[in-house]
């Protein structure tokens, strides 16, 4: 099997993440593929090579094509591939229709589904997405969901002295963009409830000034570390005690299997993604958006509970294990790159 993977993406961002874990898996089961992606994140780039996967930058600049579409024609031309996998919208704009029948469209978002005129096959990160995705005039037989893994390796706990964080301290750890759609803030101010309990919040963004002087008023200097964007992510998971992930607009939402696959307890709110894919009250603790009290509370019961938090850590490693570990994922790609490379081979 030949994959040309086609990612504009950003320096940071889950569906970055997404497509290197993706790439990463299907190199170790033996693919081989051709990333054609931005220059923006040296150390992604840096991975894919040292996978042996070939990798071209481009611009993808909307408004002088000309470039990113060569570069895109010659990385399919050296590889020849079985299929072109377009992950998120700006890469499906790229798509030319000569190569329709092998071209297949990621959704990791409801995107519109013109952005992706060009491509036969269409897949979601969730089963929602692929409802919306058939509801906007797909076939169904031509769309599928194809969910990521966690890709969380055993890793020592970081070092709370390095975060000024007390040993015993109880730690509340949140891995999300600083943007308004992460709610954040909400979780600032239920620290501020939560006497003693410190806040690592692990993510850069627009609102890091905002973030940063609403915990300052909310007198939280002492325990909230703003961390940055980190590639420690299971170092920080294994020395947390609780995952936060309060986001108001997630269409998926990675950290919640990787909480579930590092073992940690969970307490989400209900955005799309997480309340499609959690078991409240069993795999997690499904709290409404935008409620600081729920959140609050929420937290409170992981923390002074200690049946509440066995049983979430409990059932959420078996949700991991029956459909997010990296061979499910291998498996199902698989499934769908034959089933595309098929149906292309027959003129169909």
Same mark, same amino acid.
């Given at each position: ?38 220059a923006d994140a040296p ?27 060569? @570069? ?50 269409h897949v979601g990160v ?54 308004? @759609? ?81 073992? @940690? ?5 209900n955005a799309a993604g ?66 595309? @490379? ?7």
């Amino acid at each position: 099997m030949r994959v040309l993977h086609v990612m504009a993406g950003a320096k940071e961002g889950g569906a970055e993440t997404m497509m290197l874990d993706g790439a990463l898996a299907l190199a170790e089961a033996g693919v081989e593929q051709h990333v054609v992606t931005r220059a923006d994140a040296p150390d992604r780039l840096d991975a894919l090579r040292a996978a042996g996967v070939a990798v071209t930058t481009a611009r993808f600049d909307k408004f002088w094509r000309g470039e990113t579409s060569a @570069k895109i024609k010659a990385a399919h031309d050296a590889l020849q591939p079985d299929v072109i996998h377009y992950w998120m919208g700006r890469a499906g704009e790229f798509a030319p229709r000569r190569w329709r029948a092998k071209s297949l469209g990621w959704y990791g978002g409801y995107y519109k589904l013109s952005r992706f005129r060009n491509c036969a096959w269409h897949v979601g990160v969730t089963s929602d997405i692929a409802r919306f995705i058939i509801e906007q005039g797909a076939p169904a037989d031509r769309v599928g969901v194809l969910q990521t893994y966690a890709n969380i390796e055993a890793a020592p706990p970081v070092s709370r002295e390095s975060l000024s964080t007390p040993d015993d301290a109880p730690v509340v750890l949140a891995l999300a963009r600083l943007h308004w @759609k992460k709610g954040i803030d909400t979780l600032i101010d239920a620290l501020a409830d939560l006497p003693g309990v410190y806040g690592w919040i692990a993510g850069a963004g627009p609102l890091e000034a905002e973030l940063k002087a609403r915990a300052s008023a909310a007198g939280l200097d002492g325990r909230i570390r703003f961390l940055g964007w980190r590639t420690d992510r299971s170092a920080l998971l294994a020395a947390c005690d609780v995952v936060a992930f309060p986001s108001r607009y997630e269409p998926f939402g990675t950290v919640t299997v990787e909480a579930w696959a590092a073992g @940690k307890p969970l307490v989400v709110a209900n955005a799309a993604g997480p309340a499609a894919t959690v078991t409240p009250d069993q795999d997690a603790l499904l709290v409404a958006r935008d409620d600081v009290r729920a959140l609050r509370d929420a937290i409170r019961r992981v923390l002074e509970d200690a049946e509440t938090a066995h049983r979430l850590v409990e059932n959420g490693r078996r949700a991991y294990e029956s459909g997010y570990t990296r061979q499910a994922f291998v498996r199902s790609a698989m499934a769908l790159y034959d089933k595309i @490379k098929v149906a292309a081979a027959a003129g169909h």
